[in-house]
Nanobody, 121 residues
Framework: QVQVVESGGGLVQPGGSLSLSCSASGRISSVAGMAWYRQAPGKEREFVAARVSGGATNYADAVKERFTIYRDSGAKVGYLHMNNLKPEDTAVYYC???????????????WGEGTQVTVAS
């Protein structure tokens, strides 16, 4: 089965930086795109950033100019680099990978289990 795993979460002080990684494994032809979401307890999961294979990116207004999503061409590992972190960035961060299992087929979304990011003094 396809598996998506996030890593890199932890505790960081306001104004600090942190990088998250998203690794996809299994029977994968290609990763068409990756996206990051976050969810605080009692709140709905919200969109953070996304990147497709062609390089186009999209960011939520709350993280523009602070977060960067990227990955190497053809790689099955993606990253979310976060700068100037704020307490309101505290949440569990999830990676969603759009994966094509066979050449020419459609894609299916796979979610990781999440990694906790806590921004506090």
């Amino acid at each position: 089965q396809v598996q998506v795993v996030e890593s890199g979460g932890g505790l960081v002080q306001p104004g600090g930086s942190l990088s998250l990684s998203c690794s996809a494994s299994g029977r994968i032809s290609s990763v068409a795109g990756m996206a990051w979401y976050r969810q605080a307890p009692g709140k709905e999961r919200e969109f953070v950033a996304a990147r497709v294979s062609g390089g186009a990116t999209n960011y939520a207004d709350a993280v523009k100019e602070r977060f960067t999503i990227y990955r190497d061409s053809g790689a099955k590992v993606g990253y979310l680099h976060m700068n100037n972190l704020k307490p309101e960035d505290t949440a569990v961060y999830y990676c969603k990978a759009a994966i094509r299992s066979r050449p020419g087929s459609g894609t299916s979304d796979y979610w990781g289990e999440g990694t906790q990011v806590t921004v506090a003094s």
